[in-house]
Each structure stands twice: as C-alpha cells, then as structure tokens.
C-alpha cells in the first residue's frame, strides 16, 4: 500500500468544461502514472512523471494534460470534457529499485 | 497493436478447484511481468509477478509461470477460493529511457462458484 489518495472519488461534469483529478501519495514514490479503465481495453497509460516536472505522454493522451509540482501530488487535467472521457481513472505509483505499481481507488468521471 | 493479450474474458471455476488465467506478450523487451487483481469500485491490488530470468514465482496459493520462448505467462491459483472472484490483469513491463514502462492486459473476470 503506497498510501494513494484519488480526489475526487466521483465526478459528474458536462461536455466542454474543465476538469482536474488529484493524486495524492505518502510513499515519496518517485514514478507516477495517470491511467484510464474501459470495457474492453484494461488500463491505458495517459501521461507519466518520472520526478517533480517531468512528464511525459502515454498511449491515450490527446485531450488530457499533467502537471507534477511537488513529490506526492500529479494532477490530471481534462481542458474540455467530452463524452469520450467518461472512464474510471487511476493514479499508480512506482518507488525507487521496485517494480510493483500500486494503484489508487480510482475517480469514476462522467461526462453528459 | 495489443502487446500483452488475455484472450479469455472471463473464466468460472469450482471452489477448490484450480484457477488457471492466461497471458501473452509480444514484445521481448518485457523483462519483468506482474499479476493484478481488482474488485468493483476498487483500484488493482498487485497479487504476484516474476521477472524473467525464472520461469516460476509461488506465493501461497498462487503460482505464475513464464514461458519466455512461447512469450507466455499463467497464474495458478490452487485451491479457489470464493473471495477470489475479481478481475485479473496481467501486465508487462521495461525500464525504458529511464522510466518503467507498463502495458497491461484487457483482463480475465474469474467466478468461484461455491
């Protein structure tokens, strides 16, 4: 258990307005990831950080973007929801010489 | 280009059966592979993962194999147990331009049927 926080839990939002999901972990794990869960597809990377201000693009990442100011805190951002996004987002992080992710509990968004 | 593939989206098993989930990859960068479980409206717990220099990990009741040249890996779970009932994701992973880089599965919805 990497002591990770997801905020909010639930989100109900309409399409084109901003939305920021919050990472919070404890565990000062270096690596943080930001990943989305649909039917069908598992969990697909949509931006990474490997330090404070360091990120990069996964798989999924148009229309999402990241910002890793401090240590325990990556925040996600959607700049203009739409209903494609509607998903069960999760925050993993990775510590330093491990190779387990731990997940967070995970934000379901919708988007009307 | 899925690179990690489980082609049985759900299985159901007897209790105290053995369970056995499977998982393919395709990419042989993959050094290390790891077992997830997940319950609804919970995040996925990691379960078990073996790196690929072994063929095989056990802990407790569950066992993953890897079959590197058939670029294959299971996971044994004996004997099965109702609580087991959850989806199970099986993931990839490289350390790559100094990051760990992760592909998951689409994942196996296991029953134990009491």
């Known amino acids: 258990d990497a002591g990770i926080t997801q905020s909010p839990r639930h989100k109900v939002t309409e399409t084109g307005t901003p939305v920021t999901l919050r990472c919070h972990q404890t565990?000062?794990?270096?690596?943080m990831y930001w990943y989305r869960q649909d039917p069908g597809h598992g969990l697909r990377l949509i931006h990474y950080s490997y330090g404070v201000k360091d990120t990069d693009k996964g798989e999924v990442s148009d229309g999402y973007s990241v910002s890793r100011s401090k240590t325990e805190d990556f925040l996600l951002t959607l700049e203009s929801a739409t209903s494609s996004q509607t998903s069960v987002y999760f925050c993993a992080t990775v510590g330093q010489g491990y190779n387990e992710q731990f997940f967070g509990p995970g934000t379901r968004l919708t988007v009307l | 280009d899925q690179q990690v593939k489980q082609n049985s989206p759900s299985l159901s098993v007897q209790e105290g059966r053995i369970s056995i989930l499977n998982c393919d990859y395709t990419?042989?960068?993959?050094?290390?592979f790891l077992w997830y479980k997940k319950y609804p409206a919970e995040g996925p717990t990691f379960l078990i993962s073996?790196?690929?220099?072994?063929d095989k990990n056990e802990d407790g009741r569950f066992t993953v194999f890897l079959n590197k040249s058939a670029k294959h890996l299971s996971l044994h779970i004996v004997p099965s147990q109702p609580g087991d009932s959850a989806v199970y994701f099986c993931a990839a992973s490289a350390y790559i331009s100094g990051t760990y880089k992760y592909i998951f599965g689409t994942g196996t919805r296991l029953k134990v049927l009491a």
């Open positions: 565990e000062n794990h270096r690596y």
């Open positions: 990419n042989s960068m993959f050094d290390y």
């Open positions: 073996i790196s690929s220099i072994k």
